[in-house]
């Protein structure tokens, strides 16, 4: 089955730094990858996602890159502030194959003033 | 707003009692409903995939006797966690697809089970 390593694992930058998450997959058939952002005690929200067929997509301070032949994607977050702490997790989907979701290990981003 | 609506957000219980999860699509219909289970700083765990009118599918290692789950209608799955342990503490969060196959799946937030 699919495996996603998420990696770092904590990641503490000052307000205004860029924070960057980074994520390898196992399947070459995995053709969609979201992020999702998890805040304490609540469910994950979906904050970009990308498919196999799209290198790059951004979203203000938001992007996502993908590197299909090193099955390879990253998240990155621009200027951040402290309302962007919390816990971040990719995952990879095989669309249409049960669409069932396989989680990295997450990544707790602290943003410091 | 939520798509996803769970219910309770939280909840205790003592061991050998039952407790229901609902899980709700808002504003759309899902035929596909998902579970996952989550420990305290670690990943979610999918437990089962639960199909409208059908049986549940489960993920190897999740007992299909203790873990009932129901989708009875497009809008509701429900999970019930039967003779409650405390090891069964965790928290219990449920996924709908939005749209057609290929759409994002869309969480709800979670339910926190404490068995005493």
């Known amino acids: 089955g699919e495996n996603v390593e998420q990696h770092p694992s904590t990641l503490s930058v000052q307000e205004g730094d860029s924070a960057v998450i980074k994520c390898t997959y196992s399947?070459?058939?995995?053709?969609?990858f979201p992020w999702y952002k998890q805040e304490l005690g609540k469910g994950p929200q979906l904050i970009i996602d990308i498919r196999s067929n799209v290198g790059e997509k951004k979203d203000q301070r938001i992007a996502v890159t993908l590197n299909k032949t090193a099955k390879h994607f990253s998240l990155h977050i621009t200027e951040t502030q402290p309302e962007d702490s919390a816990v971040y997790f990719c995952a990879a989907i095989i669309t249409g194959g049960g669409n069932k979701l396989t989680f990295g290990t997450g990544t707790q981003l602290k943003v410091e003033l | 707003g939520a798509v996803v609506s769970q219910h309770p957000s939280w909840v205790i219980c003592k061991s050998g009692t039952s407790v229901k999860i609902e899980c709700r699509s808002l504003d759309f219909q899902a035929t596909t409903m998902f579970w996952y289970r989550q420990f305290p700083k670690q990943s979610l765990m999918l437990m089962a995939t639960s199909n409208e009118g059908s049986k549940a599918t489960y993920e190897q290692g999740v007992e299909k006797d203790k873990f009932l789950i129901n989708h009875a209608s497009l809008t509701l799955s429900t999970l019930t966690v039967t003779s409650a342990h405390p090891e069964d503490s965790s928290f219990y969060i449920c996924?709908?697809?939005?749209?057609?196959?290929?759409?994002?799946?869309?969480f709800g937030n979670g339910t926190r089970l404490t068995v005493t």
């Open positions: 996924s709908a697809i939005l749209g057609p196959v290929n759409s994002p799946l869309h």
């Open positions: 399947d070459s058939a995995s053709n969609y």
